[in-house]
């Protein structure tokens, strides 16, 4: 098995592990975060309805310093599209991804937008 797939395969083991403790509601909805090589994506999703709430990715945001500077807009924008959308607190889903970099990052940039994480 190549090097890179075992790495997509703990990737997608630690994603469901983190999906079985997690789940949104209308009222606390799930942030769930993708992220590629160059881009980060973030969508707040209503899994009892099976409905997304709220999107923002990096594409949206113009020039950024650098990739963590862009999730931290991200995180700004997906918590003004949320208070918008009327909500204050969400649970996060990091997609298998560690707690670290452009992914706190995100977390951080949500928490500077007025979400409760």
């Not at 799930?30 to 309805?49: E, F, P, T």
Request: proline share 1%; no cysteine.
């Amino acid at each position: 098995m190549a090097v890179v797939e075992k790495k997509r395969l703990h990737r997608e083991k630690r994603r469901k592990r983190v999906r079985r403790k997690v789940a949104g509601t209308a009222q606390r909805p799930r942030l769930s975060v993708y992220r590629s090589n160059i881009h980060i994506y973030a969508q707040l999703v209503d899994d009892d309805a099976g409905n997304t709430l709220a999107a923002a990715d990096s594409r949206e945001i113009g020039e950024a310093e650098n990739r963590k500077e862009a999730a931290l807009k991200v995180g700004e924008l997906i918590a003004s599209r949320a208070s918008e959308a009327g909500i204050e607190s969400v649970v996060f889903d990091r997609g298998g991804n560690k707690y670290h970099g452009r992914v706190a990052a995100l977390a951080e940039g949500a928490r500077s937008g007025g979400l409760k994480l």
